[in-house]
């Protein structure tokens, strides 16, 4: 009986010791962080976008440090490579890439009213669309802290559609690229199931 109670304890004791022993850096990974929701990042250095998640693959093109990148989806802890949607299609090394600077200007969707003022920035890279759906003609695509200019309605309220899962905000293409497009697009403003309280549009300061 004695025997076995010392067992126990030299156990409890190795695990203990096993645990304390696990790189700080070990432990925080393995907890998700919530700034690990969002799929922009930025690159540290300048680095190359392969076709393919090895390095002996070929390089599409050749990114500047500072780039900010659209991840085509969170990678897990580990992963060397990810795939990208933005500037191009292709995947890039994990070790290379930083979270995107906070953009101070950027606004919870509900802490300011949308009313009366037409600037906007766009917080992450966006697609502009003919129509308020994802299926709508495609337009363009617009990089962070573009300056665009929103349609107002009736009461100097943002013109909005809400259609499959997202608020779409409608944007004055004339004003926002003078000499470049004309009538008006459309852009997702939130996204109503992963990002329900966060906006793409941030007030121009």
Not at 29 to 56: G, H, L, M
Not at 122 to 144: D, H, L, M, Y
Not at 150 to 158: A, R, Y
Request: proline share 6%; net charge positive; aromatic share 10%.
């Amino acid at each position: 009986m004695e025997f076995q109670k010392l067992l126990y304890i030299f156990t409890i004791v190795k695990i203990a010791t096993f645990a304390l022993s696990v790189p700080v850096f070990a432990q925080i990974t393995q907890t998700p962080s919530n700034s690990s929701q969002s799929s922009c990042r930025a690159t540290k250095v300048d680095t190359p976008i392969f076709k393919e998640p090895s390095t002996s693959s070929n390089a599409i093109r050749i990114l500047s440090a500072q780039t900010n990148i659209s991840l085509a989806y969170i990678p897990a802890n580990g992963d060397k490579f990810v795939r990208i949607k933005f500037p191009t299609s292709g995947f890039i090394q994990t070790a290379v890439l930083k979270f995107c600077q906070t953009n101070n200007n950027a606004q919870n969707l509900w802490s300011k009213p949308t009313i009366g003022s037409v600037c906007r920035q766009i917080v992450q890279p966006e697609t502009i669309r003919r129509q308020p759906s994802t299926k709508g003609a495609f337009i363009t695509t617009i990089n962070p802290n573009t300056t665009v200019f929103v349609n107002l309605v009736t009461g100097n309220v943002v013109n909005s559609y809400k259609s499959e899962n997202y608020i779409w905000v409608e944007i004055d293409l004339f004003r926002s690229f003078p000499g470049e497009l004309s009538g008006n697009g459309w852009i997702v403003n939130t996204d109503l199931v992963n990002t329900p309280r966060l906006s793409n549009l941030a007030y121009c300061s």
